[in-house]
């Protein structure tokens, strides 16, 4: 792949259930985890449709199903609905603070919290310190933690990439009791902000899921770009996604 004629190995990852859609079975292509990797890599990658947990470099491949579209928002035109900018208002007494990717307890705590309200039952509801560090960074890229705050108190934490282009949000967790906050998307509202105040042009979103409910909401922030695996289409405030 590149600008440089790299060659990066891929692997296909056995079948297994999918996270998201019910009786689905799933494999993910990743990057060789023992390969070459930096942020120019990185963002080509991201470019390309793929994502990132821990040090894996990965995006779903899977023979019967094509439902999982990476999204990306282009910061520069983007404009907030009515409900974006209604979540706005109601947290204008909010505000980010980045911080360097490290273990720290407050953090740590309010995770536990968050994967035991949103993933009971679940593997990540478990997770020890060091399987939390391992999901969130890698050695290999820049990576802010953006704690979001309320005066002292901490309300939630927004991990996000610095890409060559964008910013990617790899992962964000609240306080399961702030429900009427909104908090998932004023974190996405603070990131789009984040990037236009960088220079930067995007921020990737990770995967719109077409039949996966809890993955809908992407689309919502207009206009959106999705990869369909060759290339991206926008879609403006209005027009219906097909792909």
Avoid at 59 to 88: G, I, K, N
Avoid at 165 to 182: C, E, N, W
Wanted: hydrophobic share 35%; with cysteine; glycine share 6%.
């Amino acid at each position: 792949m590149n600008e440089r004629s790299l060659r990066l190995m891929l692997y296909l990852s056995a079948p297994h259930p999918c996270s998201y859609l019910a009786e689905q079975e799933a494999q993910s292509l990743f990057a060789d985890p023992q390969g070459p990797m930096d942020t120019r890599i990185y963002s080509q990658l991201v470019d390309r449709g793929f994502r990132r947990s821990g040090r894996l470099v990965y995006q779903p491949h899977c023979p019967a199903c094509e439902q999982c579209r990476s999204a990306r928002v282009p910061v520069a035109d983007f404009q907030p609905r009515r409900r974006h900018r209604r979540t706005l208002r109601t947290n204008c007494d909010l505000r980010i603070v980045p911080v360097p990717p490290g273990f720290r307890e407050e953090h740590f705590a309010l995770y536990q919290r968050y994967t035991r309200t949103r993933h009971a039952g679940g593997p990540m509801a478990e997770s020890s310190p060091q399987e939390y560090m391992d999901f969130l960074v890698a050695n290999w890229c820049t990576t802010d933690f953006l704690e979001i705050r309320l005066g002292k108190r901490l309300l939630g934490v927004a991990i996000t990439d610095r890409l060559s282009d964008g910013l990617s949000a790899v992962y964000t967790f609240f306080d399961p009791d702030q429900a009427g906050r909104s908090l998932g998307t004023w974190a996405i509202l603070a990131q789009i902000e984040r990037a236009r105040e960088l220079g930067l042009s995007w921020l990737y979103l990770g995967y719109w899921i077409r039949d996966c409910e809890k993955m809908r909401y992407k689309t919502g922030f207009r206009p959106i770009e999705l990869y369909d695996g060759q290339e991206w289409h926008r879609f403006e405030a209005g027009e219906t996604v097909e792909l």
